[in-house]
């Protein structure tokens, strides 16, 4: 049965840092892409960054590259995201995911979801 369980979530001030992690059960990451999405509050849910399995490809939403990183633990089966830099409009429910191996940004890419850790990001 798979099994994602998003941790690490809070309150942050506007610049500072978080990091979530995802604990994965019930397939490997190494076969599958695994994704970040958030939602806020009366907004649809977007990609934030994923991590392709069959060439370790990494995209970020235009959003958040060059302050989120995303990456991965085999011997965990956990992946993680860094955020740093953090701004009022990253205030989301963020969601890890797994995806097919080819999947890319697109929530319909994605057939598990976890339970979602929320950030805000607030002074």
């Not at 509050?41 to 302050?67: M, Q």
């Amino acid at each position: 049965q798979v099994q994602l369980v998003e941790s690490g979530g809070g309150l942050a001030q506007p610049g500072g840092s978080l990091t979530l992690s995802c604990a994965a059960s019930g397939f490997l990451l190494r076969y599958y892409a695994v994704g970040w999405f958030r939602q806020a509050p009366g907004k649809a849910r977007e990609g934030v960054s994923y991590i392709r399995p069959v060439d370790s490809r990494i995209t970020y939403a235009d959003s958040v590259k060059g302050r989120f990183t995303i990456s991965r633990d085999f011997a965990k089966n956990t992946i993680y995201l860094h955020m740093t830099s953090l701004k009022p409009d990253d205030t989301a429910v963020y969601y890890c995911a797994k995806g097919h191996s080819n999947a890319a940004l697109a929530p319909g890419d994605y057939d598990s979801w976890g339970q979602g850790t929320q950030v805000t990001v607030s002074s």
